[in-house]
């Protein structure tokens, strides 16, 4: 994913002793009754759960979406299908066979080659980091299973996940060009718990796909220690899944039109899709929470002058196809483009891109956010996977708030992306903080400058 992700809770934030999990679960029962936010989050999570890009339950997620923005009193609201090249997991296993046996935490990376249905096995070929791996000589690793170590960094803008990633992204495409059999990596995450962290790998073209997973941290900190003790380690790997073309998939869109509709209009996007292993709650049903409920409340007090758009995108987690496909179907112009795709902890910095004639606008959505503890960061925005195409094509203006994700990467396409991990309270902060935005961008009668 382009972006990036994050949740847990008002108090890791607000104090220096997290919470205990149980308190996750009371503090989710207590969501206020009749919450727009909260309402979304919950029943994408329940009434839906995983919803891996392509699948039955994709579909079932759209249907529930369209139908959940109609109630909402969204206009125009549609589903707008496409295919993607998508992935079907099959088993995922993974079993030490010496020095010692032991039983491994793993999980398949999307698009990763297949094992028989058997398995295999093989020795590991360790590697401390990816430019270790990069610099063994080619052909070097045949009939071996490489395994990736690296050691992600907590962040609070979780600038890690674009260095680190690199090890998921890219890789299992240079094990396979090495010769490797298959390859295994530590998982993309921050947690110590035997969750394994899945994702998205890509093989370049002319690349044989192989085999790709990974395992648990507490899993990788295992196979370092038998690394270093200079023993032989052989494991046995059964990764199953099957990457599959033309899978349906679409994004669905509604509208809150305007007072005047020959504006241009905000576009607001998140993505409906997720991994499989949890439900999807931080990554990314929040995020369609928190867009939807802000469109809703910018209407307090009457009708913005823009229309907003919202934008629940589908199949972002395989590559952003729902982005792509918007933004090919969508060539009127637009005036401004946000996104809210990093969990639903507090939001906590704004950043803008706007042209230089705007100025005073970005000065004024600076100061709305400074009573909520919201405070200005260095750098442009971007926006995000799923509004960054169309950005580019229009050279948008663009509000990026920035949510805190010194937790995010805990449970970042993990089982634990779960409901109960979501505060209400911080839900609601990132609600009123796009809010306060969209009502001043949403209410702005002179054009948007385009950014450049």
Request: net charge negative; proline share 7%; hydrophobic share 45%.
């Amino acid at each position: 994913m382009r972006n990036i992700l994050r949740p847990v809770l008002t108090a890791l934030v607000a104090a220096p002793l997290a919470l205990p999990v149980p308190a996750l679960a009371e503090s989710s029962a207590n969501a206020p009754a009749g919450d727009v936010a909260w309402d979304i989050v919950s029943g994408l999570t329940t009434d839906v759960g995983q919803r891996l890009a392509g699948s039955e339950a994709e579909a079932r997620a759209r249907a529930w979406g369209a139908e959940k923005l109609k109630a909402l009193g969204f206009q125009n609201v549609a589903v707008e299908p496409f295919t993607i090249r998508g992935y079907v997991r099959g088993v995922d296993k993974a079993r030490l066979i010496a020095p010692v046996p032991q039983v491994l935490a793993v999980t398949a990376l999307g698009y990763s080659g297949a094992t028989p249905d058997k398995g295999i096995e093989g020795d590991i070929a360790y590697f401390p980091t990816l430019a270790a791996l990069k610099a063994a000589p080619d052909g070097s690793l045949g009939g071996k299973i490489a395994f990736i170590d690296h050691a992600m960094r907590r962040a609070q803008d979780g600038a890690g996940y674009g260095p680190y990633g690199q090890v998921r992204r890219e890789g299992p495409g240079v094990a396979s060009r090495k010769g490797a059999a298959a390859v295994v990596i530590r998982s993309v995450g921050t947690d110590s718990h035997r969750n394994p962290h899945t994702g998205v790998t890509s093989f370049p073209q002319g690349v044989k796909p192989i085999p790709a997973g990974a395992v648990s941290n507490p899993d990788a900190d295992l196979i370092a220690r038998l690394a270093a003790s200079g023993r032989t380690l052989r494991l046995a790997l059964t990764l199953t899944g099957k990457t599959t073309e033309g899978m349906p998939s679409g994004n669905v869109v509604g509208e809150l039109p305007g007072r005047d509709p020959s504006l241009p209009p905000i576009l607001v996007g998140c993505h409906l899709d997720s991994w499989d292993l949890g439900t999807g709650a931080i990554d990314d049903a929040s995020g369609c929470a928190i867009v939807t409920a802000a469109a809703l409340k910018a209407q307090d007090g009457g009708r913005a002058l823009r229309t907003i758009r919202v934008l629940w995108a589908g199949s972002e987690e395989l590559g952003g196809y729902g982005g792509d496909a918007y933004a090919k179907a969508h060539a009127e112009p637009h005036a401004l483009a946000m996104e809210s795709d990093f969990g639903a902890d507090r939001v906590w910095r704004v950043q803008t891109r706007f042209a230089p004639a705007d100025k005073a606008l970005a000065e004024r959505i600076v100061a709305a956010l400074n009573p909520l503890g919201v405070v200005p960061g260095k750098g442009e925005a971007g926006g995000g996977t799923d509004v960054e195409p169309v950005i580019e094509k229009q050279k948008l203006a663009v509000v990026d708030l920035g949510q805190d994700g010194t937790h995010y990467f805990d449970l970042h396409h993990t089982p634990d992306d779960t409901l109960d991990k979501v505060d209400p309270a911080a839900l609601a902060q990132n609600v009123a903080a796009w809010t306060e935005v969209l009502k001043i961008v949403a209410n702005v009668a002179e054009p948007v400058a385009p950014a450049g």
